[in-house]
């Protein structure tokens, strides 16, 4: 009893050194803690796995090889250490044989995907973020082989933005602490393990240009094009690295009180968009026969099989499908999305195009929608938008005339593109996704 009362009057007259090991301990317990919940969360997951790797095979069945596309420099040079302690154990205890390959800049992975890689393998598990996943997809589908026909693309959320994981997941955007972002690593391993597929709609943007050489250059992605204000500011937030994760609120706030260099309040365009079809004669793209012998052919899809009946579109006859639209834009904000990114199921596959508020809409109205965007993870609702349906759109921006152009930038999936006329096409249920 004597120590006890001796230690409180020991911080009676210490209150400084009291609250500095008091914090210390603070912090010691809750680090503590979390290693002890991961360490949970990671036994689960890997007898979850194990499960699978100890299923009795075919005789005349293959090892599962899968390769890895992992970019080390996501999540703060963090992806390669995350992948290790997190990812791979539960693909090992699977029975999976993995083969990496790291990106080293960027656009490496189209080359990678597109060029260099030739060898077959049963899935390309993506380890990144939503940037990463673009790129991976655009140099497989540029490729039009065999490889590209027969391919299965899983997701692993190792980046800064995983929107696209989580979305294939059906997981919550808002990861709040470690232990959920180990989850989602997890739980995006486990789907792959468990071998589920879904097929997802893609979008296919073609630059247009007189030169021939330009007009080549295909890029793919499965969320997004957007161009405007709200993104440029975003795209300034590590200037504000000094208010740590307030980043995002703090560029909002100095950025939207007036114009700055940098962000694009006006964007002018001729729009020219189809009515969303959900496929016929004019349209329709024939699969390659080949990918669906592969797919099935594997012993474990099996398990998670689904027989799906396609309608001859060859036969569907839409007159309605080659109509087009022609308007003129001028807003602060534009956006192309599908509905895997709007998170829409079993409607007809469209693109949705969201033409923003007018232009040079700052000020104290337009900061406080931002950070409720910002907290609520939901960077694509523009504002006293106007939403409109197509399949393809032909997007051609103003040309800037004036002696200093200024930076001008659309982000595909979260890459930027250096603004000009481009071709936007809906592809439907184009690639097959693990999900969980």
């Known amino acids: 009893m004597s120590r006890i009362v001796r230690f409180v009057k020991w911080i009676g007259k210490n209150p400084k050194k009291s609250i500095f090991f008091g914090g210390v301990l603070s912090y010691g317990f809750n680090w503590m803690h979390q290693k002890y919940q991961i360490a949970n969360v990671m036994r689960d997951y890997c007898t979850e796995a194990k499960k699978y790797g100890e299923m009795k095979a075919p005789i005349n069945a293959k090892l599962k090889k899968v390769l890895i596309i992992l970019n080390p420099a996501a999540n703060k040079r963090n992806a390669e250490d995350d992948f290790n302690e997190f990812v791979a154990p539960i693909l090992n205890m699977a029975g999976y044989f993995i083969d990496i390959v790291k990106t080293e800049s960027d656009l490496h992975a189209i080359r990678l995907l ?3 890689i030739n060898e077959q393998y049963d899935a390309f598990i993506i380890a990144g973020g939503d940037g990463t996943i673009s790129e991976s997809l655009t140099g497989l589908l540029r490729r039009n082989d065999e490889i ?3 391919c299965i693309i899983g997701v692993i959320p190792l980046g800064l933005n995983n929107q696209f994981s ?3 997941l059906n997981s919550d955007t808002n990861v709040r602490n470690k232990v959920e972002a180990v989850k989602a690593k997890a739980e995006a391993a486990l789907a792959i393990v ?11 943007i073609e630059l247009v240009s007189d030169d021939e050489e330009v007009a080549k250059k295909v890029f793919y992605g499965v969320g997004s094009v957007f161009w405007g204000s709200f993104h440029d500011i975003l795209r300034k937030k590590d200037k504000y690295w000094l208010t740590g994760s307030l980043r995002n609120y703090t560029a909002c706030l100095f950025n939207g009180v007036f114009p700055r260099d940098g962000v694009n309040w006006n964007c002018e365009a001729k729009m020219i968009y189809s009515a ?3 496929g016929c004669s004019n349209c329709y793209e024939k699969p390659e026969s080949k990918s669906q012998k592969l797919h099935n052919s594997r012993w474990w899809s099996k398990f998670n099989s689904s027989k799906e009946v396609v309608p001859e579109y060859s036969k ?4 309605h499908c080659l109509e087009t639209t022609e308007i003129d834009i001028n807003t602060s904000e534009f956006a192309i999305t599908t509905n895997c990114q709007e998170g829409i199921v079993n409607e007809t596959p469209k693109l949705t195009i969201k033409i923003g508020d007018k232009p040079n809409n700052y000020g104290p109205s337009y900061i406080w929608e931002s950070w409720k965007r910002v907290y609520n993870k939901k960077f694509l609702d523009l504002p006293n938008s106007t939403n409109l349906q197509s ?3 032909l997007l051609i921006p103003k040309e800037d005339n004036s002696e200093e152009k200024k930076e001008n930038f659309f982000s595909i999936d979260h890459n930027l593109f250096e603004v000009r006329p481009i071709k936007v096409t809906l592809l439907p249920k184009k690639v097959d996704f693990f999900v969980s």
């Open 114 to 116: 597109g060029e260099e």
């Open 148 to 150: 590209s026909a027969n």
């Open 166 to 168: 989580y979305m294939f």
């Open 194 to 204: 468990k071998g589920k597929t879904q097929k997802q709609d893609v979008i296919k």
């Open 276 to 278: 969303p079809c959900s």
């Open 316 to 319: 569907v006859l839409n007159p």
């Open 391 to 393: 399949r393809q759109v």
